[in-house]
């Protein structure tokens, strides 16, 4: 199963993506996880990336697309995987499209988890994030058992770069300009799915699992 998750920064693309891979064990996939992860290695990759990062901008799709289908030919990917942050722009999505055309395959699921703006910059100042495994916690709603410890991994949790207000305000306009549009091109596929990412996370993994099957 190949599935795609769509949404706004913070609408819990990464929460859910995480839920479906554990039940239905398939690799998570994030393009935001792979860029932190050379950040922290500080590969040249890495900093090429931190400099749009940083100001709540995308990274441009030259450095993205190779990076992501590098990955996606790896052998664990050959049952399917969740793609988390991963297309954001139209021309991404048809790279994406063109390179499975080409293997005979194609995308089941395109996910949209909906959450309004208004939720979004308070979800994204309780976030913590685990730089070494990519899980994702709130300081309320979602908190880890042991405070600043990954439940997981049991590394340390930090508070991404980009979620400081302003930069969450850029991100969310870049956003509604370069991604949103992704929404109609799979409606048009007919493979588009919609979920309310405003209730629990658990109510809205039920949601997504009724979708899936
Ligand atoms: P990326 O890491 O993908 O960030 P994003 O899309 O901005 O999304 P987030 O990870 O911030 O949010 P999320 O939807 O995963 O929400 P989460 O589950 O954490 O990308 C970062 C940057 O990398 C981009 O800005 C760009 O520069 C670059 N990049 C990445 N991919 C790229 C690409 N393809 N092309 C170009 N550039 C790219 O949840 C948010 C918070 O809410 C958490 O604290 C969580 O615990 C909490 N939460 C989740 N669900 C719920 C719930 N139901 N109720 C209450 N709280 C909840
Ligand atoms: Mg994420």
């Not at 994204?124 to 908190?143: D, N, Q, V, W």
């Not at 370069?178 to 109609?184: A, H, S």
Request: hydrophobic share 30%.
């Amino acid at each position: 199963m190949k599935i795609i998750m769509l949404g706004a920064p913070g609408a819990g693309k990464g929460t859910q993506a995480q839920m479906i891979c554990d039940k239905y064990n398939i690799p998570h996939i994030s393009t935001g996880d792979l860029f932190r992860s050379n950040i922290k290695n500080g590969t040249e990759l890495g900093k090429k990336a931190k400099e749009y990062m940083d100001k709540g901008q995308l990274v441009p799709d030259e450095l993205t697309v190779e990076l992501l289908l590098d990955r996606v030919a790896n052998e664990d990917c050959k049952d399917g995987y969740v793609l988390d942050g991963f297309p954001r722009t139209i021309p991404q999505a048809d790279v994406l499209d063109k390179e499975l055309t080409k293997l005979s395959d194609k995308i089941d699921f395109a996910i949209d988890v909906e959450v309004p703006d208004e939720n979004i910059v308070r979800r994204m100042s309780g976030r913590r994030a685990c730089l070494k495994c990519g899980a994702t916690y709130h300081i309320e709603h979602i908190p880890p058992k042991q405070e600043g410890i990954c439940d997981r991994c049991g590394s340390e949790l930090v508070q991404r770069d980009d979620d400081k207000p302003e930069t969450v305000q850029n991100r969310l306009s870049v956003y509604h300009e370069q991604t949103q549009p992704l929404i109609e091109y799979y409606n048009s596929k007919n493979i588009l799915k919609t979920v309310d990412g405003t209730k629990d996370m658990n109510d809205v993994f039920e949601d997504i699992v009724k979708i899936l099957g």
